[in-house]
């Protein structure tokens, strides 16, 4: 039985694409272009600014552009966090039955602080979760196990005691590497990442509220 469970933010715990679609294509217009369909950018969120630039524009980092719109498409989305953005259907009920089981939950995200905190706040989590850990937070990030490490010692839990719930590779090698057991999450946005049944995951659900036959 695990005694915490820590989740990825974008397409694990919320649905957070459609206000990042929002961001994208407010910067497609500014620069001449059509809105892109949503359905096009949704798998990509998981794979942060880096893969919504290359759905939505075709750029990479290596682009001679890359930094200033890198840096717009973040200004953009920071005046539009939480409009659209939903916690998953049943992910409520997961998370009431972990604060009834006395269970500590948190968010381990790549996604900045500066925007994970106020996500959270908005979805009225904040003062339900033990932590937020965000790719900023420590020097290194998922896929290395350090932030993971780090949300287990906030909430005073071992790592080998704590189940990490995941929709994208990087999710499941780091919570591998932490010692933790692994839940690949079907409903999440995988992009275009190998097939989830070869990501290594203890266990793989559909719905979020399968995750309570894994407690």
């Not at 996604?111 to 706040?121: G, L, N, Y």
Request: hydrophobic letters at 45%; proline letters at 7%; charged letters at 20%.
């Amino acid at each position: 039985m695990a005694d915490a469970v820590f989740f990825d933010l974008d397409g694990t715990l919320a649905d957070t694409a459609p206000d990042l679609a929002v961001a994208l294509n407010q910067l497609r217009a500014e620069l001449g272009l059509p809105p892109c369909r949503f359905e096009s950018l949704r798998p990509f969120v998981s794979q942060g600014t880096r893969g919504m630039l290359s759905a939505g524009l075709g750029i990479l980092p290596d682009h001679a552009e890359y930094a200033p719109l890198f840096d717009r498409f973040l200004s953009l989305y920071a005046g539009n966090l939480c409009v659209h953005t939903r916690l998953f259907t049943g992910m409520e009920v997961v998370l009431d039955a972990l604060d009834e089981r006395g269970l500590p939950w948190g968010v381990v995200t790549n996604k900045a602080e500066r925007f994970a905190r106020p996500i959270i706040t908005a979805l009225g989590l904040d003062g339900r979760c033990a932590c937020v850990v965000g790719g900023d937070t420590l020097t290194r990030r998922k896929p290395f196990p350090d932030p993971l490490l780090h949300a287990a010692d906030l909430a005073r839990v071992a790592p080998t005691r704590s189940l990490y719930v995941g929709d994208d590779p990087r999710d499941i090698t780091a919570g591998r590497a932490a010692g933790m057991q692994t839940v690949g999450a079907r409903y999440g946005y995988l992009g275009s990442n190998p097939a989830i049944d070869t990501w290594g995951a203890d266990a793989l659900i559909s719905h979020p509220e399968e995750l309570l036959a894994h407690l």
